[in-house]
Structures are given as C-alpha cells and as structure tokens.
C-alpha cells in the first residue's frame, strides 16, 4: 500500500506540470531534500559510533586520551565533510540545475 502512495505521489507531478522544466524543479527539491537528509543522517550515525569508540577507548586506557581525542577529531572533520560535499551537490541541484536546457 505504500508503494502505491509514494508512486501516486511520484506521477502527480506529470499530471499537473504545466511545463517540463517545472516537473524537473520539482524533482529536484525533493532529491535536494531526500540526498541532504540522508547524509546528514549518515553523518549522524557516524558520528555518534565516533565519539562512543574514543569513550571507550579513553575508558580502557586513560593514558591514550589524548592520541583518541586527535584522532576522533580527525574522524569528524572527514564525516563532516562528507555532509557538506552532498549539501553542495543539493545546492548545485537546485541553482544551478544541470538538467535544465
């Protein structure tokens, strides 16, 4: 049944499209949408098993605190930027849209 609603949901784009570059708009802020929400969710979850990894590590051996704390640094910036290459890929799709002619 949710197939049938999100494919509804999907083709009611053609149905009123007044235009074809309208139907591409359109899509596009949903893909902007979807992509940047899914890495932010991604970065999310990557973060989260970061930062509890260095917990346990500094828990196991307090003396390495230091050396894990760099390095989950490190680790966040990359997941990080990983957010911001699909934020600009979503700010690309929406702007400046390729598939319009």
Same mark, same amino acid.
């Given at each position: ?7 509804? *949901? ?13 139907? *591409?708009?359109?899509?596009? $802020? ?5 992509? @940047? ?38 680790? @966040? ?10 934020? $600009? ?13």
């Amino acid at each position: 049944m949710k197939k049938v609603v999100f494919l509804l *949901i999907a083709f009611a784009g053609f149905a009123f499209a007044g235009e074809g570059d309208s139907v *591409i708009k359109a899509y596009s $802020v949903v893909a902007a949408g979807l992509g @940047l929400g899914l890495a932010a969710l991604g970065g999310a979850i990557g973060m989260g098993h970061t930062a509890a990894a260095t917990i346990a590590g500094t828990a196991r051996n307090p003396g390495l605190g230091g050396k894990l704390m760099t390095t989950m640094f490190i680790a @966040l910036a990359m997941i990080e930027a990983q957010v911001i290459y699909a934020l $600009v890929i979503a700010l690309i799709a929406l702007y400046a849209n390729p598939f319009l002619g």
